[in-house]
């Protein structure tokens, strides 16, 4: 009897999906010529996200062969010679060291599915999508989905392990979105139980009237008058026992959650009473830097908490006036912080690392000052930019900031990353897989990125994106940091990032593919925007 070949497709794009077959002659296979030869085995009580598992791998099956594959029990008998089998087997020292963690093994016949969690299998799925179907999610929703139409893919030899870089990461979804929560489970940027957190102290004391009446002395004291600012005073005593009966709450009410935010509320004003100075005086503060005092107030929290709530954090963010690590207040372990890596402060034209950049070198002094100082140290960054919506050209930096990180041993990821898709998605995906693996190849994937994503316009938008890239680069001079790079977006750029992108639309008018001109004409929304804000 002849065995099927593998009709394996050259595509259109000039690649091929180089997948490895068990065996020669007689390959198994998992599709043949659109038709599944597989099923996909859950047990009759998979959790719910185990479920949606088996229906992703069946649903891109579908939508890159035609073929539906059929989803049983261990039980359900089937005609089919091979599965693929979803599994949990939670965390326990073994090669899944995180609940989002995954392996995905290969025997002849089977493909097993592992994950430290139902999310893990979830996530194992998505890798095994990627892997064996060809399918990528460059951004949310259909148009970031690329899908390689294929009739015949063999059995495929899968040995991999999976374990987040970061305890954490959150944020690259900030603001929401069409498509964009699948799109974080797809990619696998979301990684919890979230340390993540933010400014808090309204939630633990609103500024209302009321409350500024029932705790005439818990709010700040500004330039002598009391009550002038939103902030507390963190030496009140109310304010520290307001602080305890909060966290309480929040951690009986949700037992899960490892950290509850004690930060002060955005922006300045912070406290200048006599008993907030005699905190400072009693560090030895002389230079305005609130962390002593902060650690001091957390400390007091910390020691309440703790006897009901044990092993639970408290985070304060390190932010404007108190960034920098305490001079000689020391953290209790339950501290926890997120360095907060401002694009007014600190630079976002240089990466972390680099000698050139005096802001940059102090921000990572902070960084590595906290995180001798209390393990539960993040960064807080912002891959996306909270107020300038044109191309935020960060990619080669954030290839180099992201494996710093990891190197420096921060325990979490926390991005704001407002959802401006047309003008800085690259960011967003690029991160996203560098925080998935920060030892990705970021050339290799950023080529496929183009000629993907763009098909026959790959080139020019190549170098329309670089251009941006290139010219934030030469925009500011050593020591600027801050906003300078601003100055960038003037006519002569423009002009020239108009010519790729005609370029482009001409180019994409011979791609047999509709959605590179449908992601090319939402490219252009962007640079329109660009150029009504220039
Ligand atoms: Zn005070
Ligand atoms: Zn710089």
Redesign the pocket.
């Known amino acids: 009897m002849a065995c099927p070949s593998p009709t394996q497709r050259t595509l259109s794009l000039g690649m091929t999906l180089a997948l490895a077959a068990w065996g020669a002659a007689c390959a198994p296979m998992l599709f043949n010529d659109g038709t599944p030869k597989a099923d996909v085995v859950i047990e009759s009580t998979a959790p719910a996200e185990v479920r949606k598992a088996a229906a992703e791998i069946v649903a891109y099956g579908a939508k890159t062969t035609g073929g539906d594959m059929r989803i049983r029990t261990p039980e359900e008998s089937s005609k089919l010679e091979s599965s693929i089998r979803l599994r949990i087997e939670a965390p326990a020292g073994g090669e899944i060291q995180h609940p989002d963690g995954y392996t995905i093994r290969s025997s002849a016949k089977e493909v097993t599915i592992t994950g430290g969690s139902a999310r893990g299998v979830l996530y194992g799925a998505y890798d095994f999508i990627e892997r064996v179907l060809g399918v990528r999610w460059f951004m949310p929703a259909a148009l970031g989905e690329d899908i390689v139409p294929q009739d015949s893919i063999p059995f495929p030899a899968l040995n991999v392990t999976w374990n987040p870089a970061f305890r954490s990461v959150y944020g690259l979804i900030w603001a929401g979105g069409p498509g964009s929560a699948d799109w974080e489970l797809r990619i696998r940027a979301k990684i919890g139980p979230s340390l993540a957190f933010g400014h808090n102290w309204s939630a633990i004391l609103a500024p209302t009237t009321a409350n500024r009446t029932q705790y005439p002395l818990a709010f700040?004291?500004v330039d002598g008058r009391r009550g002038s600012s939103q902030q507390l005073?963190?030496?009140?005593p109310d304010v520290v026992r307001l602080s305890v009966e909060a966290a309480r709450r929040s951690f009986s009410t949700n037992p899960a959650q490892p950290v509850f935010s004690i930060s002060p509320n955005d922006g300045y004003g912070f406290?200048e009473?006599d008993?907030?100075r005699r905190i400072d005086t009693l560090y030895g503060v002389t230079d305005g830097s609130l962390s002593d005092r902060f650690v001091h107030y957390a400390n007091n929290v910390i020691t309440e908490v703790r006897k009901t709530h044990p092993g639970k954090q408290m985070g304060i963010l390190a932010y404007v006036q108190h960034t920098a690590p305490p001079q000689k207040a020391i953290p209790l372990p339950e501290y926890a912080t997120l360095v907060t890596h401002t694009p007014w402060e600190f630079c976002h034209v240089h990466a972390l690392d680099d000698p050139q950049c005096p802001a940059n070198r102090r921000f990572t002094g902070y960084l590595r000052g906290w995180s001798a100082l209390t393990q539960h140290t993040g960064i807080y960054d912002y891959y996306g930019h909270f107020f300038m919506f044109t191309p935020w050209p960060i990619v080669r930096i954030l290839r180099r900031d992201i494996p710093f990180l990891k190197s420096l041993g921060v325990e979490s990821f926390t991005s704001e990353t407002q959802q401006n898709w047309a003008n800085q998605g690259i960011n967003f995906y690029v991160a996203a897989r560098l925080l998935a693996d920060p030892t990705t190849n970021v050339d290799a994937l950023l080529a496929e990125y183009y000629t993907r994503f763009y098909g026959a316009a790959a080139a020019p938008m190549r170098r329309y994106w670089e251009r941006f890239e290139t010219a934030m680069a030469d925009s500011i001079s050593v020591g600027d940091g801050g906003y300078a790079w601003i100055s960038m977006f003037r006519r002569p750029l423009l002009d020239a990032s108009a010519a790729d992108l005609a370029e482009a639309d001409r180019l994409a008018r011979g791609d047999s593919r509709e959605i590179v001109r449908q992601r090319l004409a939402f490219v252009r929304l962007g640079f329109d925007y660009t150029e009504a804000v220039v």
């Open positions: 700040a004291e005073c963190s030496e009140d406290c009473d008993r907030c």
